[in-house]
């Protein structure tokens, strides 16, 4: 068997779980899926070092999704690097049975040299002897090619084995993320569900210009519970960081005038986040005048929310507005879900998201 078989077949099979992973990740089209550039290129502590705890929901659901991709993609790396260990063993053991049957015949050879009567004869066998001995030599060499390949081969899966875990391990902090925050987000909507007033929580630490009026839409101001859902959702981030597209960000999600290095309070992200979400008020205003629908402070904090994660021409173009007027708060409901995509796919995140907007047009 040529020793550069084994050695073809490794590199085909390595390349096209590269290619795999490289293809999905293109697919996927998120941040938060790390691509490595090959296999034997890992590092689990990308994955031991993610920190749940001031993200999102929505971005927590997906760093979730992007870890279970992960763990899909190494375990095909597994797979492939087991078929290449036991190709590898195959070889070695082809190696080791045709230089034993080599060194039989040698031995053999010897014997018969021993008991050799004529030169003629004994030059022949010497002759075999040598050209047998050289074929060993390549075989000896060829077996040792084969180890260090294993050895490679088994390092590799050690790697993979280690990054498995580190990802399976983040993957079940952020789960536990995942839900928390989900229990978080019921508490709240639960509260706004029950409050005497609609629009209150009796959450401590906001502020009291938060509307607790049953209109939001002629208030123009959508409720502390909503405002603290919001903040929930997008996450605080007291430093600037750059998001999925490139924007330098900070607080809750802003990133007007944002620089890099820049070092916020929470007073001082809430300020901007109330900056952010005056536009979508007054827009979700002017939209509900337009259609002659009067809205509940549950419908308009619904609305701002959806304008604020979506863009304002949504609450418009939807014909949301349409159905709240006519009292088809089911359709509404229904419609608001369908505003669950990100990068072409269902986000998690904003299926909880848009679940919990839906509930609050009934309040």
Known sequence: MPQNVSGINSANVLNSIKQAKLSNAEKTNTDDTKVKTSVEETDESEYVDIDFTNMSLDEVSDAAESLEQDMMLIKVQMDGIKALLEADEAVKQGYEQEYNSKKEQIEKLNQELKQADTPEEKAKLKTKVFTLSQSLELLYSQIQAALDTINDHNAIKSNLNNEFSAANQSYQRA?????????????????????????????????????????????????????????????????????????????????????????????????????????????????????????????????????????????????????????????????????????????????????????????
Request: net charge positive; with cysteine.
């Open 175 to 363: 789960i536990s993320a995942q839900n928390k925050k989900e229990a978080e987000q019921l508490d709240l909507q639960k509260n706004y569900a029950t409050s005497n007033v609609p629009g209150l929580s009796g959450v401590s630490g906001t502020s009291s210009d938060y509307s607790s009026a049953p209109k939001g839409a002629s208030s123009g101001k959508v409720s502390n519970n909503m405002l603290n859902a919001l903040k929930n959702w997008e996450g605080l981030r007291t430093s600037a960081y750059q998001c999925a597209a490139g924007v330098w960000t900070i607080g809750y999600g802003h990133t007007k005038g944002v620089s890099p290095g820049q070092q916020i309070s929470e007073a001082q992200a809430e300020a901007y986040l109330k900056q952010d979400l005056a536009s979508f008020e007054n827009e979700v205003t002017q939209y509900a005048n337009e259609a002659g629908v009067k809205l509940s402070q549950g419908q308009y904090d619904a609305l701002v929310s959806l304008a604020f994660n979506c863009g304002g021409g949504v609450v418009k173009s939807s014909g949301i507005l349409q159905m709240l007027k006519s009292g088809n708060i089911d359709a509404a409901a229904s419609k608001m879900k369908e505003y669950c995509h990100g990068g072409g796919r269902v986000l998690q995140g904003l299926v909880n998201r848009r679940a919990q907007e839906a509930q609050w047009l009934y309040t």
